[in-house]
């Protein structure tokens, strides 16, 4: 597969570069060498109708880039000027592909959890989601997306495959509270995008923060 990843970065980007897999949930994603040097990340998403949010991505990257405190990903547009492009490996099986600036760091999961950095963490979230508070997006919005928490009630069809009666209950107590307290005001809560999983896998440290 490098080799065609290699032609496609020539062909869409004019960059010769050395190519090393990197582990990922559901995509694939490369990162490149330049002169030894780790300077792109190359990401290939598997659903082709997802275009248009992974536009909404790039655009809440662009639109994140004023919190200059910390480091976001930043989109690399193509030689025509083009932020998504269709890649076709040698099999035929077809991709959305994007380019972008590597971030150096290490993953939270991997770091020391001091209090301070903490902290940090928790002031960068509040950061990040006060910053999108005026970000509309209408891709965004009309995504129906399970890890959605305005989309709660929905879990209760899973119940059943909670086999330890305790787990089960508590469950359905948080239910409870939500559709008794939540609900009949739910359309009157500020609503706003968040970045929703920012677990210690999803978040990179370095010295700076």
């Known amino acids: 597969m490098k080799d065609s990843v290699s032609n496609f970065l020539k062909s869409k980007y004019d960059i010769l570069a050395e ?60 030689l025509d000027g083009k932020s998504i492009y269709l890649y076709t ?20 999961a991997k770091t020391n959890h001091s209090d301070h950095l903490l902290i940090d963490f928790g002031e960068f979230l509040a950061e990040m989601d006060k910053m999108l508070i005026d970000f509309q997006s209408p891709e965004i919005m009309a995504r129906h997306y399970e890890w959605d928490l305005q989309y709660f009630l929905e ?31 739910q359309h009157l809560l500020r609503k706003s995008v968040i970045h929703n999983d920012a677990n210690d896998w999803n978040i990179l440290s370095n010295e700076k923060n």
């Open 19 to 78: 190519i090393k897999p990197l582990d990922g949930h559901v995509d694939k994603n490369y990162l490149l060498f330049i002169n030894n040097v780790p300077v792109y990340v190359l990401k290939l998403s598997r659903d082709l109708t997802d275009k248009p949010f992974l536009r909404a991505q790039n655009l809440i990257f662009d639109h994140l880039k004023s919190l200059d405190r910390y480091d976001f990903p930043q989109i690399i547009t193509g």
């Open 155 to 185: 879990y209760a069809d899973f119940l059943s495959y909670i086999s330890d009666p305790a787990q089960r209950k508590l469950i359905e107590y948080f239910l409870l509270q939500f559709r008794e307290n939540i609900s009949p005001i």
């Open 89 to 108: 490996d040698e099999k035929g099986n077809q991709y959305q592909a994007r380019l972008l600036k590597y971030l150096a760091g290490e993953f939270l």
